[in-house]
């Protein structure tokens, strides 16, 4: 019993030994190591942990070199975003916000440090979802134009931010080419082309939008990094921990070997990593479960987005679920008898894993809720308990593998002092997975670097706005130098004029 | 007294209603359709009859009625006759005078619970003849079936709210109205909310909330303000997150035709200060209540009230003069409820659903799109 404790401990608080053992106090041995046995690939070591942060470091590497992107699985796309905001940022601005099936429209007021937002949720028909990519811009288009009559909007000239959270390859700020859809879209005609230029289309075909232009297109990550950056300085990661999992970095342009822009300051870029896809390669195959496997098996993209698959809130519902059933067929839970919703796929939600790790375990009342909305009508306490370690085990494991990636990230880095902008469901909404990554990180860091964990609030509409103000000043600059320029040109062709003018006098 | 015989297509689909299923719990199938409990198929049935002091109805549509599965394997259980009912009066009572009920008049019967699920049948006694109400001539019976069921719960819901709106919207600049539920109820609702407010509806909005997508955007074209999804999939807070955040002030009344332990708990975090939430799910569930914090934000929680024949009257009226409009419906044949049902669970189908008896004449469907 005794041995079995120590090895599902967790070091990072006496409050969680103190539930480990309670979890697993008075039960048989035999019956232990029968529970033990189907759990234990999902605890994996310390040392496995480390090997993960130095693959994901190799794999980074090789994203960042032309020789080896092309192949790369962890692909390290350079976003044309050079700079956190310097909080200048001023004034009105539009954003959008996609990336699943809810589609946002925000007006943003950036003052400083102040930021007020009002925003509006249109839904994503399915069939949209399914159906032609000018009908998905033109009913993104159609909501903006209802958003913009809603607000009042029609005759002022709004830099627009568009944070589409889909893996993109990005040419320019304002340049983004869809490299393949995740999360269930499927709309024909759009991978492969700029989605930017997709949204003008559509816009254009309308006619009634002319003072609408999107200027800059960025990713959920470097939402969060923006939106984290506005209030600390020093953020230089953005960590999305939701329904998927990325993370962006800040990298010296010196490291990035496939940039194709300029070299001036500041000398670096933020990198939009796309770092679900690590794994895909094989590489992860020795942490793998037989549930891992399963998921994958059953999922729309097999052998795709591995290291996400084990992370994100999209699957940790499910392999939780099938620890269960597993479980539960060994007749080590509710005496065997299971439901018709345990034994569906996709049914054990991921939240219920939120719910049961912060529920009181005196009295199990939301785990018992949850038993029965599944029609699990046989249970018990030790079922309650049970259960409650399957979430823990599968929780921990996403919080160590994600903080072996930031880990990795931060190490990279090198900076004396580093915030991390998380958001996230998973994130927000777990009762342990912040301290958790804590822990983990503070492990697998160099010794003299520090870090925090920052929620970042509403990063894709926030973010998006900081971007779109940075672009427009960007613009503006081009705009004004260009002016300048010529300017230049006209006073020097005419001090010319005045030299041959003196001269024939 | 004749006998009313049964078609084969009738007989198949009756056997198809009683069968039990067959499911294993590690089946990952839907189970078929479940009988009611004292349904029986036979090759023909007698025709009722006529009590002394009733009439004799003879169906000819029924709203597609059924309560969510309780038990481990069952996902719904279909209601027969159900709630909404309408026909025509097939014989009157001897002792009726007959100057109340002719044979063929068009009527439509106050539910009963009684009667609500007493199994599949062409005809049905109705001892009080008070409890039938005439259908106006220009009201189709399809319409008239959906009347006292859904419409007449929805109407005593939008009743029993209208008073705290009408408070409310003195010292508001705007109510907000949230119903949980975009199933039929919902859509009702949200016709009765326009028929009862008239003109002067801008400062008062209606939201609906539903797990169901596709159900949300049939309410959408329904005429409410807004429509906010619940997936279940989504963290409470997150939920709760979206409701405040579309319904920009809170909510100042819900009406929670859904009534689960987590529907509830979601309205309590979203309901302002003296808000109303009116109960009117049908599955048994228990919630926890802070007694306090209701008294303290002198909210209160009512369960929707039963509605009378008054109203009933007044709403068959109401569609009679087309001043209520009537939410989409689909008309489909009786043989086809196991098919039917099934697509109604499934959000296939999003709008209303009515039978109609002895379809195997004419093979059109109604609806009104």
């Given at each position: 019993m005794a041995h079995m404790a120590t090895e599902l401990i967790l070091p990072h608080s006496e409050l969680r030994n103190e539930e480990i053992s309670s979890l697993l106090r008075g039960i048989p041995a035999a019956f232990v190591d029968k529970v033990e046995n189907i759990l234990r690939p999902l605890d994996l070591t310390d040392e496995r942990y480390r090997q993960v942060m130095d693959l994901m470091r190799q794999n980074l590497d090789a994203g960042l070199h032309p020789d080896t992107h092309a192949t790369a699985n962890v692909k390290c796309f350079p976003t044309y975003v050079r700079s956190?905001?310097?909080?200048?940022?001023?004034?009105?601005?539009?954003?959008?916000?996609?990336?699943?099936?809810?589609?946002?429209?925000?007006l943003i007021n950036l003052n400083g440090q102040e930021v007020t937002m009002e925003s509006k949720i249109y839904i994503i028909p399915q069939h949209i979802m399914l159906g032609s990519g000018d009908q998905l811009f033109d009913h993104i288009a159609?909501?903006?134009?209802?958003?913009?009559?809603?607000?009042?909007?029609?005759?002022?000239r709004l830099p627009l931010g568009f944070t589409f959270s889909f893996p993109c390859r990005q040419e320019g700020l304002d340049r983004a080419i869809l490299t393949t859809w995740t999360k269930g879209f499927k709309c024909a005609g759009v991978e492969g082309n700029d989605i930017v230029e997709l949204l003008h289309a559509a816009i254009d075909r309308r006619g009634d939008m002319k003072n609408v232009r999107c200027l800059a297109v960025i990713n959920d990550t470097v939402g969060a990094l923006m939106s984290c950056a506005h209030s600390a300085r020093n953020c230089a990661v953005g960590l999305i921990l939701g329904t998927g999992t990325?993370?962006?970095?800040?990298?010296?342009?010196?490291?990035?070997?496939?940039?194709?822009?300029?070299?001036?300051?500041?000398k670096q870029v933020l990198i939009n990593t796309e770092w679900g896809a690590f794994g895909n390669d094989g590489c992860l195959d020795f942490i793998l479960t037989d549930f891992d496997k399963s998921i994958d098996k059953h999922s729309i993209n097999p052998g795709k987005q591995i290291y996400e698959k084990m992370i994100s809130g999209m699957y940790m519902g499910e392999i939780a679920r099938l620890a269960i059933e597993r479980l539960r067929k060994h007749n080590l839970l509710f005496e065997g008898e299971g439901s018709y919703h345990l034994s569906t796929r996709g049914r054990f939600y991921t939240k219920y894993v939120s719910e049961i790790e912060g529920d009181d375990v005196d009295n199990f009342t939301v785990t018992k809720q949850i038993f029965e909305e599944l029609e699990l009508s046989t249970h018990t306490e030790q079922d309650c308990r049970l259960v409650r370690h399957v979430c823990s085990l599968v929780s921990k494991r996403a919080a160590y593998l994600a903080s072996a990636g930031i880990a990795c990230l931060l190490n990279k880095m090198g900076r004396r002092d580093t915030t991390v902008g998380v958001d996230g469901s998973l994130y927000r909404f777990h009762p342990f997975f912040h301290d958790l990554m804590m822990e983990k990180i503070t492990q697998l860091l160099k010794p003299n670097l520090k870090f925090k964990l920052m929620l970042s609030h509403d990063g894709s509409g926030k973010g998006a706005a900081l971007v779109a103000a940075v672009a427009a000043r960007l613009r503006k600059e081009a705009e004004d130098a260009q002016q300048a320029e010529e300017l230049e040109k006209e006073a020097f062709l005419l001090s010319k004029e005045m030299e041959n003018v003196e001269v024939d006098n | 007294m004749t006998k009313a015989t049964l078609n084969q297509n009738e007989l198949r689909a009756l056997r198809k209603l009683t069968g039990e299923p067959d499911v294993q719990s590690s089946s990952i199938q839907s189970s078929s359709l479940l009988s009611s409990s004292t349904c029986e198929a036979v090759s023909s049935m007698p025709v009722p009859a006529t009590p002394d002091n009733g009439v004799l109805v003879k169906i000819s549509h029924a709203g597609a009625c059924f309560t969510e599965g309780q038990t481990r394997n069952k996902k719904y259980t279909p209601q027969f006759p159900g709630n909404e009912v309408a026909g025509t009066i097939h014989e009157v009572g001897n002792n009726l005078p007959n100057a109340n009920f002719s044979v063929g008049d068009k009527v439509m019967i106050m539910p009963n619970e009684a009667t609500v699920n007493t199994g599949y049948a062409e005809y049905v006694p109705v001892m009080d003849p008070s409890?039938?109400?005439?259908?106006?001539?220009?009201?189709?019976?399809?319409?008239?079936a959906m009347l006292p069921g859904d419409a007449l719960k929805a109407y005593a819901a939008v009743n029993c709210a209208a008073p705290h709106v009408e408070k409310l919207r003195k010292v508001k600049s705007c109510v907000n109205i949230l119903v949980v539920g975009?199933?039929?109820?919902?859509?009702?609702?949200?016709?009765?909310?326009k028929y009862m407010m008239g003109r002067n509806c801008n400062n008062v909005r209606l939201f609906v909330a539903d797990n169901s997508i596709d159900r949300l955007l049939t309410a959408q074209d329904h005429g409410c303000y807004d429509i906010i999804h619940w997936n279940e999939e989504d963290h409470e807070q997150y939920i709760v997150e979206r409701t405040l955040d579309s319904c920009r002030s809170g909510v100042d009344v819900i009406i929670d035709y859904v009534g689960t332990n987590r529907t509830m708990q979601r309205c309590l975090k979203v309901l302002n200060r003296e808000g109303l939430i009116l109960v009117g799910g049908n599955r048994p569930c228990e919630t926890n209540i802070s007694l306090s914090t209701l008294a303290a934000k002198q909210q209160s929680i009512v369960g929707v009230p039963r509605g009378n024949m008054n109203q009933l009257i007044e709403l068959i009226n109401a569609v009679a003069e087309k001043t209520l409009e009537v939410p989409a419906y689909k008309v489909y044949p009786v043989e086809s409820a196991s098919h039917v049902f099934e697509e109604i669970c499934e959000c296939r189908i999003t709008e209303r659903v009515i039978f109609k008896f002895g379809t195997q004449s004419s093979g059109h469907l109604v609806d009104n799109h």
């Open positions: 956190v905001p310097d909080g200048s940022e001023n004034g009105d601005f539009l954003a959008l916000d996609l990336g699943g099936t809810n589609f946002r429209v925000l159609d909501c903006i134009f209802k958003f913009m009559c809603d607000h009042q909007l029609h005759d002022r990325n993370a962006c970095y800040i990298e010296d342009l010196h490291n990035v070997k496939t940039w194709d822009g300029d070299y001036n300051e500041p | 409890q039938v109400i005439q259908v106006p001539n220009k009201v189709p019976l399809e319409v008239a975009g199933s039929s109820l919902g859509l009702w609702t949200v016709k009765l909310a």
